[in-house]
């Protein structure tokens, strides 16, 4: 494999990226337009959910981590034993299809089940397109280049959200009607098929490394849940417990709040450019100090977000709260980029490919916890259900940080790896 990664000129490194960065931002643009309007989609309403409305859209939503949990891991040997971007290009493709087809119903049952294949397609495509960045990044670089990635990931999920959540802006003040909202799965499919396009116009002659055999199951699954990952990765599982279950309702509830839903998305949309600029200066930080450091810059964070949105949950959207809690979102993406290095340094002991899918796996885990914890902690609190998910959450990640700091006792390397510019 490393033979067939050696490129004296450059090009197979530069393509390859870039063709996944692309791909990527694709991907997740689509998805975002899709989730946040599916709890519209899904009940035919803007605002004012009821308790049996909410564990429907819980119930739907739940299905696409399901489906990417079950299958990731086998995704991951895929990525290993067949290629990275035939199991990319099949993943986009399946997704593709499947978001056409969402148009041409609302019977739970069938979006459910449809929902499920999203998962499977979102797994394939999120374990294969870490595992080219990990081959294509040394350990020095490895937290620029999965800053990169991560950049793309989040930027594309905002931009595509901010999409949504401008839409049903136009729905609510009348520009636009709820026939129009499948046309909205439609453009998620073409969005795709773009993104497929661009990135197969980029490696289509590129060499491809050979695939590998990889572990059996059982040493994977033992590398999986050893100490060392589960450190790195159960503080993901954390953080996607809170963005689960956040993700699915705020575009349906974000009109209730007082704020136009085109200001939200012009936000949101901001947001997104944003993480362009700053999720690969993190990763150049965590190369340079260390990813203990900027893992724990991110969850300090994460922590404050939360703390300052119960406020604001609390005594209404005051500006000075909104203030804060909008500059502590900038120190919490420092996570991503130094866990998923974190995660790629530890790739030694496993075939990359499912090294990665252990990424995707937690995080899908991370979504459908979030989404049964969330919506049945206010269904029985109200508000202070709110509370107290966040406040267990923001418990959790100090605890899990502070174990894996004091495990690795991790300090920042002898000597800058990676300038920072």
């Known amino acids: 494999m490393a033979a067939a990664l050696t490129d004296p000129t450059g090009r197979a490194h530069a393509r390859s990226l870039l063709a996944v960065f692309g791909a990527t931002f694709f991907v997740r643009f689509a998805f975002g337009i899709t989730l946040a309007v599916f709890a519209t989609y899904i009940t035919g309403k803007l605002t004012g959910l009821s308790g049996s409305d909410e564990g429907t859209v819980g119930l739907v939503a739940a299905m696409a981590p399901i489906g990417e949990f079950s299958t990731v891991l086998a995704s991951g040997l895929a990525t290993d034993r067949v290629g990275r971007f035939p199991v990319l290009f099949a993943g986009m493709g399946g997704a593709s299809v499947m978001f056409g087809l969402v148009a041409t119903t609302r019977s739970i049952a069938a979006l459910a089940a449809l929902n499920f294949f999203f998962g499977i ?62 046309y909205v799965f439609v453009i998620g499919a073409l969005t795709l098929i773009a993104g497929l396009a661009f990135a197969g116009y980029l490696v289509r002659h590129l060499p491809r490394p050979a695939p590998v055999r990889g572990e059996g199951i059982g040493a994977i699954l033992r590398h999986a849940f050893g100490r060392s990952v589960l450190l790195v990765t159960l503080p993901w599982l954390v953080i996607y417990m809170l963005i689960g279950y956040i993700l699915v309702f705020v575009g349906n509830a974000s009109a209730s709040v007082g704020f136009s839903d085109l200001y939200i998305a012009l936000g949101i949309g901001a ?17 340079r100090y260390g990813r203990s450091r900027l893992m724990g810059v991110g969850v300090g964070g994460f922590v404050g977000v ?38 790629a340094d530890l790739a030694h002991a496993l075939s990359r490919g499912t090294s990665m899918a252990i990424y995707s796996l937690t995080i899908s885990l991370g979504m459908i916890l979030g989404l049964v914890a969330g919506t049945q902690l206010v269904a029985r609190f109200g508000n202070d259900g709110f509370y107290l998910f966040f406040g267990t959450i923001a418990v959790a990640l100090v605890v899990l940080t502070a174990v894996r700091y004091r495990d690795t006792g991790e300090t920042a390397p002898p000597r800058p790896t990676t300038p920072v510019r």
């Open 271 to 287: 947001g997104g450019a944003l993480l362009v600029v700053t999720q690969p200066r993190f990763g150049q930080l965590a190369d």
């Open 306 to 343: 939360m703390l300052f949105a119960c406020l604001a949950l609390a005594y209404g959207p005051r500006l000075e709260l909104i203030v804060p809690l909008g500059i502590l979102v900038l120190p919490a993406l420092a996570y991503g980029p130094a866990a998923l290095a974190a995660l």
């Open 121 to 182: 397609a979102s797994g394939a495509i999120l374990a294969s397109s870490l595992t080219v960045v990990a081959d294509r990044s040394s350990a020095d670089e490895r937290g620029l280049e999965m800053g990169r990635f991560d950049a793309m990931n989040l930027a594309g999920w905002l931009g595509g959200y901010a999409f949504g959540i401008a839409i049903l802006g136009f729905l609510e003040d009348g520009r636009l009607n709820l026939a129009f909202l499948p």
